[in-house]
């Protein structure tokens, strides 16, 4: 199992690096949350608004390879 979560308060982003293809979609898009020189690299604690959770739903569904998935919090 490659596919790891990152769990926010608003909700929750997996990630498989194994199909990841470096597109870059997801660091261009929202830099804050997505940043490969930082571990972890997917950091969803600034999200707290419902706004700020359709952008990174956003953004995530610009990923080419489905690497990155939105897991709604249940
Ligand atoms: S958008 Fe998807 S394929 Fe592109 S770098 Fe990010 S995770 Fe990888």
Redesign the pocket.
Known sequence: MTRKSYTGEQLVVS?D?T???????????LPQV?D?KRRPWIDLSEITTEEQADKVRE??G???????LIEEKQ
């Open positions: 990630f690096g199909i990841c293809e470096h597109a870059g979609e997801c660091v261009r898009g997505f490969t953004v995530v610009r990923c080419p390879s489905h690497a990155l």
